[in-house]
């Protein structure tokens, strides 16, 4: 996969192939507007479609989006069964209009635990998308970076992997972006300057940039500052690059 995803770093344009995004700020986006936070998540849902459209223009081929952690069960239960609800109808009413598109939708996170119909709604959105090939929206929903290795180790067990056989590129396999490059750039919205358990086996030489806009206001401009902070920067995957 190192190897892979060192060879697709960039888009003829010199786009990052791969970003990833955390979507962080809806619920303060929500708060300083005196609103309840999910109308923040809300707002937040809206916003996917512009930044998905901007990604197709400057080149971006896959764009992973953190949408619901593993973490965010601890949340006040209103606000979780919200956010399911909200899911469920963003699938319903755009899904139609996504294939139309050519956007191939995946799913990176552990089906378990979230409700029957909601599941069966994301196997069928990723049947429907799974040829196009304009571009990979990955939904990383109930997906946690621990539980994802995790995952992978346990199936490397099943699969009686002998231990002297186990690689990078091997473990990599398992993953559930196995089939993917790995990110070139991961954004942050909102301020802060943690990964927050998103990509961490694949982001180990991502490029890596926060801006304070929360994630409802990032725009088309705010996207392009990040790429053009992202084609300034030389990426060396921890080589000397020889002048």
Known sequence: MDSQSNQKDETASGAPYHVGIIMDGNGRWAQRRGLPRLAGHQAGVDNIRRILESSVEHGIKVLTLYAFSTENWGRPPEEVRGLMR???????????????????????????????????????????????????????????????????????????????????????????????????????????????????????????????????????AELHKALVEYAARERRFGRVLQS
Request: charged fraction near 25%; glycine fraction near 6%; charge should be negative.
């Open 86 to 220: 909200l899911l469920g109808l963003t699938i319903r009413r755009q899904l139609n209009e996504l294939d139309r598109n050519g956007v191939q939708i995946r799913h990176s996170g552990r089906l378990a635990g979230i409700n029957p119909e909601l599941q069966d709604q994301i196997r069928h959105a990723l049947e429907v998308t799974q040829h196009n090939d304009r571009i990979i929206l990955n939904v990383a929903f109930n997906y946690g970076g621990r539980a994802e290795i995790l995952d992978a180790v346990r199936h490397i067990i099943a699969d009686g992997i002998n231990p002297d056989d186990l690689t990078e590129d091997l473990f990599s396999r398992y993953l559930y972006t196995c089939d993917l490059p790995d990110p070139d750039l991961i954004i942050r919205t909102g301020g802060e300057w943690r990964l927050s358990n998103f990509l961490i086996w694949q982001a180990a030489y991502a490029e890596y940039y926060t801006t304070p806009t929360f994630w409802p206001d990032f725009d088309e």
